[in-house]
């Protein structure tokens, strides 16, 4: 069990520059359509429920995160990702901070029930997550890390679906085969919205390669996995990180991404 | 038949320091008042029914986009052209993704009925904005330039406004007389809402120079092109470019501007 | 009356990581969440009605930024002060362009009622928010320093909380005691939402040294005042500025906040 030659799905998404719809935070939306545009896709924020099926259905994937939802928005979401389930365009959930109120829970809870491809979060999330179906209120602490692997592997079975669960080592699992990606930089936890950029670059991945979404989606974090290392290796800070991070992912080749992907795999399930 | 001393405008805006009532996508409202400061111009973001007609009554200029509209929005923006044609307060449209969309293309038929002073948009956008009228439904994909120039030309002419059309070289109409300006950087497109900011800042110069719309938005669109040339090339990347692109608007001077717009007069129409 | 040892608020932030609720506006959120997250606080963004209570009451701090305001959020905003007021959590307002329009008047008014830890603004936004109670309708223009001074003390004594009233020099008053901080740069203003990026750094301090929110209030202030000097002696403009004004914030120490903060006592009141 190996993790093939992950630059060709960077290839493979430059080659396609795949359309992302994304219903993101509003935090998020800046540095999410410049992740998109650095690596190789094409952005499209939009969200109003007068035209969000619409156009979900020309989309090449679907990038949902929760962080500043209201019922509005959430409203739309429901109707974009049951759109993409629909027409079997892949989507994605970033369930922001979904162990803090039981609003979010709920609302999680709702979209889950329209397949999602994949599900990045942090342990917390993924553990409050998984809580939802099995243990009633998610958990808010950050877990041991064993925990929080069971709980990916858990929700992935559950949900027939990817899931990555990303912190100092990334892990992604389909609930068989699981793998760790490592690298990355002790500045990237102090800049805002990475990780929602990083589940907005995992859509582009998994639309761009629909029929290996465990691979595609391993590529998009080693995507980050690497610039956040190089980035952080120029940067001052987080100000500086930032930019560099952006520039980095748009210097990061296929035969790049191919050598340098730190991973393992870590035990069949 | 020649463009004047663009430089001029330029210091005409910074003298004036424009109060720009900004109605913006989520994803643009940070850069966008970021490209006006830099630049000279003073932006204001404000959107709520209850205040803005009383705001934009007040301001010097105001920008609409459609990026991220939804209903309150779009209720709110017709509130405020409607407010800024009565005053005669200057105001532009950039119609974001209007060919995507039936919603969008209703949302700027209606707009459009309130008089815009410049309209700023791709050649896609243009073209579905002119297929409003004359043909239904917009064009998405990006048609050949000729037929592009053609519509900016036609909605120019139908709409009594200058229409300025940007991409690789841009076009600046008030459908009699027709310049293109060259200039920028191809690390432009990997960038997000450099167009909104463009946008914003085209509203600034019509503000300020409110008898010369064409000129001020030529000078616009070259300020764009020159500081976008230079700031390609000192940067790594769209992130360090980005980050050039403020700094580079903030040092271009009026004499610059003069000096090094490339401008082309194409044919009187 | 001395300012004590300002470093010593930072080095308690730090080692509190204090989570500050932020409710801000738009074009403010990402900045906002990089300063917070650059200096060592959370920031969590939300302002769904279904949730915010519930998350008010786990923070440690919360910050209210009327910007971008609209219907939906101002009763979300009231509902969140209400319960900070309840819990005893510290929060900041920030009453941006409060003399601008009627709505902004009526809302901070409102606002007021629940009792701010520290009020945040310029001076016509003090001045302005000053008459709501004692003249009325609210000063836009940028009035005297003088007046604006009594303004802030009489803002203070009214609401018996703290206020900060920031521009070239920056004044925190209890309405009592009260000192002046210098630094910044000349760039500061040519970079949009510093000042909404500050009102919620306040807050962070306030919420990590509760029971010296004068203090705390100033060594927020001085943070900015360090960190704009050190990032405007090396900026090219307002780009650059703004990147290195968070590697500054990041690479602040508390020892470099006691040694180089900048302050004098003004008077007794």
């Known amino acids: 069990m190996t993790l093939p030659q992950l630059g060709d799905y960077l290839a493979t998404l430059r080659a396609a520059t ?4 994304c219903m993101t935070n509003y935090v998020a939306m800046n540095s999410t359509a410049n992740v998109l ?6 952005p499209a924020m939009l969200h109003a429920p007068e035209e969000v099926a619409e156009f979900t259905a020309i989309s090449a994937g679907l990038s949902i995160n929760i962080g500043t939802i209201s019922s509005h928005w959430a409203d739309a979401m429901f109707t974009a990702t049951t759109t993409a389930d629909q027409h079997s365009i892949p989507w994605v959930l970033d369930p922001v901070a979904v162990g803090a109120t039981h609003y979010r829970q709920s609302l999680c809870a709702k979209l889950l029930t329209t397949n999602p491809s ?5 342990a917390s999330e993924i553990l409050a997550l998984n809580g939802l ?3 009633g209120r998610g958990v808010d602490s950050t877990a041991a890390s064993g925990q929080a692997v069971d709980a990916a ?3 992935a079975k559950q949900h027939n679906c990817i899931v990555a669960m990303t912190g100092e080592s990334d892990w992604v699992t389909d609930g068989t085969q699981h793998y760790r990606i490592n690298g990355g930089h002790p500045l990237m936890p102090q800049v805002t919205t990475l990780g929602c950029g990083l589940s907005a670059l995992v859509t582009a991945f998994v639309a761009a390669n629909r ?7 391993a590529a998009a974090l080693s995507c980050f996995s690497i610039a956040g290392e190089r ?6 800070g987080p100000g500086s990180f930032q930019v560099a991070l952006l520039d980095a992912l748009y210097q990061l080749t296929p035969d790049d991404l ?5 991973w393992e795999a870590r035990r069949a399930v």
Chains 1, 2, 3 share one sequence.
């Open 18 to 21: 795949p359309l992302i719809h």
């Open 37 to 42: 545009l650095a690596t190789g896709a094409s």
């Open 118 to 122: 994949v599900i990045r979060g942090n």
């Open 133 to 135: 179906a099995s243990q």
């Open 153 to 155: 592997i858990a929700l």
């Open 211 to 217: 029929d290996t979404p465990l691979e595609a989606t």
């Open 231 to 236: 980035a952080g290796n120029s940067a001052q």
């Open 258 to 262: 191919t050598a340098h992907t730190q």
